[in-house]
């Protein structure tokens, strides 16, 4: 399965303020897939990045507050913008097996917003 | 749109005994249906998952059982172990396509 490099890990922002998270795949993938998993939550998808394109946004999510780049066919990065508490949550970038298999997650960005 | 429920949300079992954890879905279009596990500040992993032509699946101590009739689907653990201690996640999807819609959450605890 694809190897994900996810980062920061783990960030403290201030309201107002904007993070961008960086997501790296070993392996060309079509698309790359971003969701947020609010404490104690399910996971809930942001957008969808294909490479080349427009990401595809889910709804309640906007570009506006989640822009997301899809630069080439290995890296796409999520930005939070001007944050608030609601923010609060932990960001995971996932792309999809071949064949129809499951997700594979990258290990997170634990987003803490004061 | 798809939706997926998912019980019990909490689950306590002694170590050894079975688990047995049920999710239902809406969309009868759904042909896929993974299990996630995520232990405590982890990302979330694949742990099994069945396409609607079987009824069931096995793997070790976990098995996947679907009945499409009904648009459910459970997860069995037997012989539980302390390291099964996670929230597991259902989902249902259709192959191919880009969205889970993933369950709720089951925190299981398996007490030695």
């Known amino acids: 399965s694809a190897v994900i490099s996810q980062k920061p890990s783990r960030d403290i922002c201030q309201r107002g303020t904007s993070l961008t998270i960086q997501c790296q795949v070993d392996s060309q993938v079509t698309m790359m897939f971003w969701y947020r998993q609010q404490p104690g939550q399910s996971l809930t998808l942001i957008a969808t990045?294909?490479?080349?394109?427009?990401?595809?946004?889910e709804s309640g999510f906007v570009i506006d507050k989640f822009p997301i780049s899809r630069p080439n066919l290995t890296f796409s990065t999520l930005t939070v913008s001007n944050m608030s508490p609601e923010d609060s949550s932990i960001y995971l970038c996932s792309v999809r097996q071949g064949g129809g298999y499951g997700y594979t997650f990258g290990s997170g960005t634990r987003l803490t917003v004061v | 749109g798809e939706n997926v429920e998912q019980h019990p949300s909490t689950l306590s079992v002694q170590e050894g005994d079975s688990a047995v954890i049920k999710c239902t879905y809406s969309d009868s279009a759904s042909n896929y249906f993974p299990w996630y596990k995520q232990e405590l500040g982890k990302r979330p992993q694949l742990i099994i998952d069945?396409?609607?032509?079987?009824g069931e699946k096995k793997d070790q101590r976990i098995a996947v059982t679907l009945n499409k009739t009904a648009k459910h689907f459970s997860l069995h653990i037997t012989e539980t172990q302390p390291e099964d201690s996670a929230v597991y996640f259902c989902a249902a999807s259709i192959l191919g396509g880009q969205n889970f819609v993933f369950g709720p959450g089951t925190r299981l605890s398996v007490l030695p």
């Open positions: 990045a294909n490479q080349g394109s427009e990401a595809t946004y």
């Open positions: 069945i396409r609607s032509n079987v």
